[in-house]
């Protein structure tokens, strides 16, 4: 091998590494303006302000801005390899579990799956009734339903997979989630300040309605830490579904729309492979920091779930920032706008039932 062939193999790792900077860079600023902003504005008629805005604003606002300044300087494309949004997010969303006790996934898990089959089951028909009606082609509206009813990118891309979407396809669907899950974050938390919702009400309505697991993390970490806690236990209930849609989306396209498709693994294997593993590990944490700390004394107890916390924030710091460098506005250009017409349709029905649900199940939900 000559030394120029070897560089050319090295050059996607290096650059994936100097992503990898990147994102930490900006996450410092993140976390220095997190704690800077509240000290500068305390004593002045901006206190409230400061106080209020926590860091998944100015992760996601810094990731938007390092966006345009690599796009216009031609790194990003080449830095992208750094952006490990999704490792990110599963990585907070598993340190997460440990402050969690298990009682409280214990009271939250029934009324969370109830909402979320039968949320699953409205959105995610509606949009294919209405991508149906709007005349899109049947994989580009499966991975739109699976996205709006389900968990975002994550569902497109399974969605993808099970009916062999085009790449195209998936860009265009993942940038929709992200047009949409951006300013829900802001949006669905004011609005269940405004509306007066009990914190597990706002936190299940959140988990409902947002897409991404990252952006319903964001906005249950700007609405309360009970909100939080809620917020993740129904979106982890509604990723551990996606399982399911998925091997019933391989299966309908394979023998319905597309019988060349059709593959002779076995279901509970697909099932298996499918199935979102962070929420193992998101359950195992919960168990180890409640056993440990039934078995340690409450302030060394505190402490730890204290770390293990401050190392949560970073992971999602991380996230969210890479949120704000992956996304795109060119793959939104690419597929007209009835695309964009059914996702925002499936997005209010979302709204709506996933707030009706949330109402319904977790009115009077005590932990």
Same mark, same amino acid.
């Given at each position: 091998?000559?030394?120029?062939?070897?560089?050319?193999?090295?050059?996607?790792?290096?650059?994936?590494?100097?992503?990898?900077?990147?994102?930490?860079?900006?996450?410092?600023?993140?976390?220095?303006?997190?704690?800077?902003?509240?000290?500068?504005?305390?004593? &002045? *008629? +901006?206190?409230?302000? %400061? !106080?209020? =805005?926590?860091?998944? /604003?100015? @992760?996601?606002?810094? #990731?938007?801005?390092?966006?345009?300044?690599?796009?216009?300087?031609?790194?990003?494309?080449?830095?992208?390899?750094?952006?490990?949004?999704?490792?990110?997010?599963? &990585? *907070? +969303?598993?340190?997460? %579990? !440990?402050? =969690?006790?298990?009682? /409280?996934? @214990?009271?939250?898990? #029934?009324?969370?799956?109830?909402?979320?089959?039968?949320?699953?089951?409205?959105?995610?028909?509606?949009?294919?009734?209405?991508?149906?009606?709007?005349?899109?082609?049947?994989? +580009?509206?499966?991975?739109? !339903?699976?996205?709006?009813?389900?968990?975002?990118?994550?569902?497109?891309?399974?969605?993808?997979?099970?009916?062999?979407?085009?790449?195209?396809?998936?860009?265009?669907?993942?940038?929709?989630?992200?047009?949409?899950?951006?300013?829900?974050?802001? +949006?669905?938390?004011?609005? !269940?300040?405004?509306?007066?919702?009990?914190?597990?009400?706002?936190?299940?309505?959140?988990?409902?309605?947002?897409?991404?697991?990252?952006?319903?993390?964001?906005?249950?970490?700007?609405?309360?830490?009970?909100?939080?806690?809620?917020?993740?236990?129904?979106?982890?209930?509604?990723?551990?579904?996606?399982?399911?849609?998925?091997?019933?989306?391989?299966?309908?396209?394979?023998?319905?729309?597309?019988?060349?498709?059709?593959?002779?693994?076995?279901?509970?294997?697909?099932?298996?492979?499918?199935?979102?593993?962070?929420?193992?590990?998101?359950?195992?944490?919960?168990?180890?920091?409640?056993?440990?700390?039934?078995?340690?004394?409450?302030?060394?107890?505190?402490?730890?779930?204290?770390?293990?916390?401050?190392?949560?924030?970073?992971?999602?710091?991380?996230?969210?920032?890479?949120?704000?460098?992956?996304?795109?506005?060119?793959?939104?250009?690419?597929?007209?706008?009835?695309?964009?017409?059914?996702?925002?349709?499936?997005?209010?029905?979302?709204?709506?039932?996933?707030?009706?649900?949330?109402?319904?199940?977790?009115?009077?939900?005590?932990?």
């Amino acid at each position: 091998m000559t030394a120029s062939t070897g560089t050319t193999r090295r050059s996607p790792l290096l650059w994936a590494l100097l992503g990898v900077v990147a994102v930490l860079a900006l996450s410092a600023v993140v976390r220095w303006l997190s704690k800077a902003v509240p000290a500068w504005t305390k004593g &002045t *008629g +901006l206190e409230g302000v %400061g !106080a209020a =805005i926590e860091y998944p /604003v100015y @992760a996601i606002l810094l #990731g938007l801005l390092g966006n345009a300044v690599l796009g216009a300087t031609g790194l990003r494309d080449r830095l992208s390899g750094g952006f490990r949004t999704e490792f990110f997010i599963k &990585t *907070g +969303l598993v340190l997460l %579990g !440990a402050s =969690i006790n298990l009682s /409280v996934i @214990a009271q939250a898990a #029934g009324p969370a799956l109830v909402q979320s089959v039968l949320l699953i089951s409205i959105v995610f028909g509606f949009a294919w009734w209405l991508g149906g009606r709007a005349g899109l082609d049947d994989k +580009l509206r499966a991975l739109l !339903a699976s996205a709006v009813a389900i968990c975002g990118v994550s569902a497109a891309i399974a969605a993808a997979g099970a009916v062999q979407a085009k790449k195209e396809q998936l860009a265009y669907s993942a940038s929709l989630v992200i047009v949409f899950a951006l300013p829900s974050i802001f +949006l669905v938390p004011w609005l !269940a300040e405004l509306i007066g919702l009990p914190a597990a009400v706002a936190g299940a309505w959140i988990g409902g309605n947002i897409d991404t697991t990252a952006a319903v993390t964001a906005a249950g970490a700007l609405a309360g830490e009970q909100q939080l806690q809620i917020a993740t236990i129904v979106k982890v209930t509604q990723n551990a579904l996606l399982g399911v849609v998925a091997v019933a989306l391989t299966a309908y396209f394979a023998l319905r729309v597309d019988r060349a498709a059709a593959t002779t693994e076995p279901v509970a294997r697909q099932l298996w492979r499918r199935f979102p593993k962070f929420v193992l590990g998101f359950l195992a944490t919960s168990v180890i920091a409640t056993v440990y700390l039934a078995a340690v004394p409450a302030a060394e107890g505190k402490a730890a779930i204290g770390v293990v916390n401050d190392l949560r924030t970073w992971f999602l710091i991380l996230a969210f920032v890479s949120i704000g460098l992956e996304f795109r506005v060119s793959t939104l250009r690419q597929a007209g706008w009835r695309p964009v017409g059914v996702f925002a349709a499936a997005t209010v029905v979302n709204l709506l039932a996933a707030l009706g649900l949330a109402a319904l199940l977790f009115w009077n939900f005590s932990a």
